[in-house]
């Protein structure tokens, strides 16, 4: 038990510490690649918050499994960012309902990782939003109908299929 936490304590810094090594490797290929400027790369700097979180949350999972949330959110708009660098930044009027996507995948994270159920609520009105949003960018509402009857079938199943607690009877 105890050489696993003492893995999972080293874990952390291993982590960051390869960010940091990435990082550095970034800025010496910058130099190197004409192509590739600060300018372009700025939301590999994200990636600098996300290895602080990270190494919290392998340090102690249960206590700091909360960082996921932000963690996910970080990473999601890491790439998005970098995605509108490379291509324009005027795609944004087309992509704009991945703003809901990024929250919406952070609370979907953080109840996989807690199994705490009210995170999916938030989580499913985000991406639904997102869904409708994109369906009606895309004029296609067939993934909308898709997505929500996939939902709704996960929010009634774990209506029959969680354990009741029993209820208290005023007999006594």
């Given at each position: 038990m105890?050489?696993?936490?003492?893995?999972?304590?080293?874990?952390g810094p291993l982590v960051f510490g390869a960010i940091l090594?990435?990082?550095?490797?970034?800025?010496?290929?910058?130099n190197l690649v004409p192509v590739l400027s600060v300018a372009k790369l700025w939301p590999l700097f994200m990636l600098i918050p996300i290895g602080l979180m990270a190494t919290t949350y392998f340090q102690d999972r249960k206590k700091?499994?909360?960082?996921?949330?932000?963690?996910?959110i970080l990473l999601f708009f890491c790439g998005y960012f970098l995605w509108l660098n490379f291509t324009s930044w005027g795609n944004v009027a087309e992509?704009?309902?991945?703003f809901l996507i990024g929250p919406g995948?952070?609370?979907l994270g953080l109840f996989l990782v807690?199994?705490?159920?009210?995170?999916?609520?938030?989580?499913?009105?985000?991406?639904?939003?997102?869904?409708v949003f994109y369906a009606a960018i895309i004029e296609n509402t067939i993934l909308v109908g898709v997505l929500l009857i996939g939902m709704?079938?996960?929010?009634?199943?774990?209506?029959?299929f969680t354990p009741k607690e029993p209820r208290e009877t005023g007999d006594q």
């Amino acid at each position: 038990m105890n050489e696993q936490k003492n893995k999972e304590s080293k874990l952390g810094p291993l982590v960051f510490g390869a960010i940091l090594v990435g990082i550095g490797v970034l800025f010496l290929v910058i130099n190197l690649v004409p192509v590739l400027s600060v300018a372009k790369l700025w939301p590999l700097f994200m990636l600098i918050p996300i290895g602080l979180m990270a190494t919290t949350y392998f340090q102690d999972r249960k206590k700091s499994e909360g960082v996921i949330l932000p963690v996910i959110i970080l990473l999601f708009f890491c790439g998005y960012f970098l995605w509108l660098n490379f291509t324009s930044w005027g795609n944004v009027a087309e992509t704009w309902p991945n703003f809901l996507i990024g929250p919406g995948l952070g609370f979907l994270g953080l109840f996989l990782v807690s199994k705490k159920w009210e995170y999916l609520i938030p989580s499913f009105i985000l991406l639904i939003l997102a869904a409708v949003f994109y369906a009606a960018i895309i004029e296609n509402t067939i993934l909308v109908g898709v997505l929500l009857i996939g939902m709704g079938a996960i929010l009634i199943g774990r209506y029959f299929f969680t354990p009741k607690e029993p209820r208290e009877t005023g007999d006594q």
